[in-house]
């Protein structure tokens, strides 16, 4: 089987689930231990598997490193503009590393999402939520309270007529109960999300919510004033 691997600190760099199962099952195993390893050297290191971006945060020490990891991903997208550009992205781990140590008050805001999708029912992921309430709230000084405010709407619900994220709340709730073949695609949902935030933003009411393959991807603007005096 595959070596357990130790960094010279004393934390387990690879290994740890192994760990778990022998001590639950109490019989000695014999397998290969590596030791004294730089956690600089294992980002990089090949042991038999690829390793993502989740690895290198969890190596760090990050916790939920699967659901920051998938949100950074998203958070840079939104940023770079990758979507509107058409673009794939594929930055290395360590450039991904560099962004989120750039940005890493993105895990302050773990809990909310966390929280919001287990009341919504899992109406978005907890990693998509978090990449686009953290985006949004680095738009400008009034934004944060305009995020939080609009993500709680979004998750929990909304009752005003006419209302852009009563629209986006029932595309995602339709889009829940879909089959995997006739699912949304990311590129729709994130439009739809944006769409409704520019609403949102301006208290504009709507009719109908649209985008579709082929419609021009939306910008994502910033509130122009306090959430309070809204």
């Not at 890493?104 to 109406?123: Q, R, T, W």
Request: glycine share 6%.
């Amino acid at each position: 089987g595959q070596a357990i691997i130790v960094a010279s600190d004393g934390s387990i760099l690879d290994g740890q689930h192994r760990l778990s199962a022998i001590v639950k099952a109490g019989v000695p195993v014999e397998t290969l231990l590596i030791s004294n390893i730089s956690k600089e050297a294992f980002k990089t290191l090949d042991d038999g598997k690829k390793r993502n971006f989740a690895d290198v945060l969890h190596i760090e020490g990050v916790k939920n490193a699967n659901n920051i990891a998938s949100a950074i991903v998203v958070f840079y997208a939104l940023k770079m503009g990758y979507i509107q550009k058409k673009r794939s992205i594929s930055p290395s781990n360590n450039q991904y590393l560099s962004i989120f140590m750039d940005n890493p008050e993105i895990v302050n805001d773990f809990p909310l999402c966390a929280h919001l999708y287990n009341m919504s029912g899992k109406l978005i992921s907890k990693s998509e939520c978090l990449g686009f309430l953290y985006y949004m709230k680095t738009l400008n000084d009034f934004s944060p309270q305009w995020a939080e405010a609009f993500w709680e709407k979004v998750m929990l619900g909304e009752t005003q007529r006419n209302s852009p994220i009563l629209h986006l709340r029932s595309r995602l709730t339709n889009d829940i109960a879909a089959t995997n073949t006739s699912k949304m695609k990311t590129s729709i949902r994130w439009g739809l999300i944006i769409k409704a935030w520019n609403l949102f933003i301006e208290e504009a009411s709507v009719k109908v919510l649209r985008f579709a393959n082929g419609d021009k991807f939306p910008e994502i603007n910033a509130p122009s004033i306090p959430y309070e005096s809204a």
